[in-house]
């Protein structure tokens, strides 16, 4: 324990530094951009201790602790004021690429549910309501509601 109470009494800035270039680290391993401002902290209280080498070891933590919680907040709240734009809206929606799709059923649909081959996949299909189908039939992808593509009958229309 005496070791521990030593180093605590002997904390030097470029302590933080290396303790923030391990979060920064961290961070690469484990994104979520948490890490990264427990990072910038770090290094911040390294600044603050450069600056004043009398800064108590508790006040430090404390400090840490405190911008560290200002930084992750105050990222999260920048980020829904200022979301990240893509131009591929739906990249992480894998059945909205699907939207306006024409697809055959690759079995029949019974009171609205079935299924059909996408690719190399094969999806739940669901028109809302108790509508029947053959296998074979030709549908159109209208939405997706979770693992589910919403579709419609194609009927006699010609794509």
Do not use: C
Not at 8 to 22: K, N, Q
Request: overall charge negative; cysteine-free; glycine content about 10%.
């Amino acid at each position: 324990m005496d070791a521990v109470f030593q180093f605590s009494e002997d904390i030097r800035f470029w302590h933080w530094w290396i303790f923030g270039l391990l979060l920064l680290g961290l961070e690469i391993m484990v994104p979520g951009s948490f890490f990264l401002w427990m990072g910038v902290a770090a290094g911040i209280i390294g600044l603050i201790l450069l600056v004043y080498p009398d800064f108590a070891w508790q006040s430090q933590i404390l400090t840490f602790a405190v911008v560290s919680m200002v930084a992750v907040v105050g990222w999260r709240f920048w980020l829904r004021r200022h979301p990240i734009e893509t131009e591929d809206a739906t990249l992480n929606v894998r059945g909205a690429r699907y939207n306006g799709r024409v697809l055959t059923l690759s079995e029949p649909l019974v009171n609205g549910v079935g299924k059909v081959k996408v690719d190399d996949s094969i999806w739940r299909v669901s028109t809302g309501d108790a509508t029947s189908l053959p296998e074979g039939a030709r549908i159109r992808v209208t939405g997706v509601d979770g693992a589910t593509l919403v579709v419609e009958e194609l009927g006699d229309e010609s794509t």
